[in-house]
């Protein structure tokens, strides 16, 4: 009897040339994976191992997916964890964003999802693929996946204010 196919959801980086010279080399870097144990949130190239975290289902609300977009730019998309209650947050670029700068950033997403997320730069994310896997492995978690939101002219939502942006979480 075959083993069902689990509906584990992987997306890695796109290899590019800085790989080499930040000191990860030129591996696949997982950027983000749900799977049996949980969800893995990849670091920024930049700084992979620093930020890479592996958060257990039992510590997750919610996994929300939503982009934020000024006048004339593309939209930043981003994914992010709402933890349960007690959980520590993840080590990320955000993790020390203020209140303020979250709600200029992103007023339509909680505080804590914006200190627990990854901009999602260099590998994409397949709502369908994502659902099925949250499904899977986790009923119990929540999929949010927003709409873009626009942002007004003078708020934030780039690099810049504390995100740990860089000229790479430009690229498409």
Known sequence: MAVPHLPVYQEYYTRTPFQLFSGVGWKRLVAFRADESGVTLGGPVTRYHRFLAVVPWRDIEAVVVWATKKQRERPIRRIGLK?????????????TISPQAAVSAAPHIEYQVVRNNRVIVLWKVDPTRLAAAVQAFAPHVQLRVHPVHRLRPGQGGGPGYGSGGSIFDIMP
């Open 83 to 95: 933890l349960r209650p007690g959980v520590p947050d993840v080590p990320g670029p955000d993790s």
